[in-house]
């Protein structure tokens, strides 16, 4: 007499481990073409970082932070309370070891391949992310018409020149307004406008948020399922894997995706990746049904501060702490932002202004780790985007599906292995 046979799990069985706009983009694509997939996080999806970020389509961004210049000015950063930029002297010690990994990918050679690495996702960043949201239904909550950023000083317009000149030789292109023509964009603006440029390629969307949303109904009506629950271990198992929740539950894979952000330090290590994730906390403050009459973002030279214009009302974003995971909010910070709004629009009214922190997960190269493991388990990784989640959602998503599948991505996955660390 026979035995009871086994029965074998499908072959086209993905978990996705991370329900943000990574994690929720990757997901929908693999179930659009006809895998099963579980998309598993601890949240509803879509609230975690994804929910408060700037709305920015930022494919400008191709210089990595860990920079020659942000290195010389490291000191300034821990003693400046109103810096952009601002280590917690609570979590100084903490990080210094990722400081050093920081430090040493800031050298030239080093942040040229950083330079390099994100330009190619970058380049097809904003058309993949208008066709993933075609495929959900939502193409309209996308808007690539550039951005205007605003030199407050005369003294900053020769190093405002120097960044554009610089970003034009990478393919970034922007154009520079008479001061007349882009006072006319910003309604109510009472700061000086000694120069202004706009970024044609760039773009954002009405609500992160819905973003979010989009994906996760697209990846319902492919099939998908979402389980709100925090995975705390996965295990290999068979031809497969096994993940266990912390109410007890488990999910069977045949390919596991992390992309969960800031939080997939613990589950890469058991995976057998080691990898130096930290994060670096945003904030912003949302005023609610406000609208200025801004058709595009608007981003300050020197302050280093955007404002988005959006369905839920004007957003500003400012400022990268590094104050890990246990720190409370700084609430100096938004009162910074707060400063800001007033100095650049003070007709705007703060009554009502909600306040938001979220961790966007970062490693000291400033480049994410992304593609399948490098031992050629059927485990991939997608995190580590750090302020570029939204923008590189999508693109993220192809290389993913395209990895998961054996098909080339058309992107070299070398300097976002794991192993590079």
């Known amino acids: ?21 990574i994690g929720l983009a990757c ?29 920015h389509v930022a494919t400008e961004s191709v210089f990595p932070l860990a920079s020659p210049e942000v290195v010389r000015g490291a000191l300034g950063y821990l003693l400046d309370r109103d810096g952009a930029l601002r280590i917690r002297p609570a979590y100084a010690l903490q990080i210094l070891p990722w400081l050093v990994r920081f430090a040493w990918a800031a050298r030239g050679s080093s942040f040229a391949r ?3 690495a994100i330009a190619a996702l970058q380049r097809t960043a904003a058309r993949d992310l208008a066709e993933l949201l075609e495929h959900a239904g939502e ?17 900053s317009l020769q190093a405002a020149r120097a960044e554009v000149e610089a970003l034009a030789r990478h393919g970034v292109h922007a154009d520079w307004l008479p001061k007349a023509e882009a006072a006319a964009l910003v309604p109510g603006l009472a700061a000086p406008i000694e120069g202004a440029w706009h970024y044609r390629d760039t773009g954002h969307v009405d609500d992160p948020y819905a973003v979010s949303q989009a994906f996760e109904r697209g990846l319902r009506a492919a099939g998908g399922d979402v389980i709100q629950a925090e995975v705390v271990a996965i295990e290999g198992k068979g031809e497969g894997f096994t993940a266990r929740t912390s109410d007890g539950r488990t999910i069977d894979a045949t390919h596991v ?56 009302g004007l957003r500003m974003t400012s400022t990268v702490e590094f104050g890990g995971l246990d720190l409370p909010p700084d609430p100096h910070r938004w009162e910074l932002i707060e400063r800001h709004l007033k100095a650049l629009v ?62 080339d991505p058309g992107v070299d996955l070398a300097p976002y292995s794991p192993a590079r660390f």
Not at 139 to 155: F, P
Not at 276 to 281: G, H
Not at 290 to 295: A, E, K
Not at 353 to 377: C, E, F, I, N
């Open 139 to 155: 193409r309209a909550l996308l808007h690539l018409d550039g951005h205007l950023v605003l030199v407050e000083r005369a003294g």
């Open 257 to 312: 995706v992390l992309a969960c952000g800031a939080w997939s330090k613990p589950l890469a290590a058991q995976l057998g990746y080691r990898v130096p994730l930290d994060t670096e906390r945003g904030y912003h403050l949302t005023l609610p049904g406000v609208s200025p009459g801004l058709r595009i973002p608007v981003a300050s030279f020197e302050r280093k501060a955007i404002m988005t214009p959006m369905s839920v």
């Open 114 to 116: 950083g330079v390099a």
């Open 27 to 55: 997901a929908f694509a693999l179930a659009r073409e006809g895998r099963r997939v579980t998309l598993v996080d601890r949240d509803e999806p879509g609230r975690g970082t994804s929910f408060g970020n700037a709305g």
């Open 346 to 407: 003070p007709s705007l009214s703060t009554q009502g202004a909600t306040r938001w922190m979220g961790y966007r997960p970062s490693l000291p190269d400033h480049l994410p780790v992304l593609g399948r493991v490098p031992d050629g388990r059927n485990v991939f990784f997608a995190f580590g985007h750090q302020h570029l989640g939204l923008t590189l959602a999508a693109v993220t998503a192809r290389v993913i599906v395209d990895s998961v599948a054996g098909r």
């Open 1 to 21: 007499m026979r035995g009871k046979q086994i029965p074998r799990l499908r072959p086209d069985t993905a978990l996705v481990v991370g329900g943000g706009a």
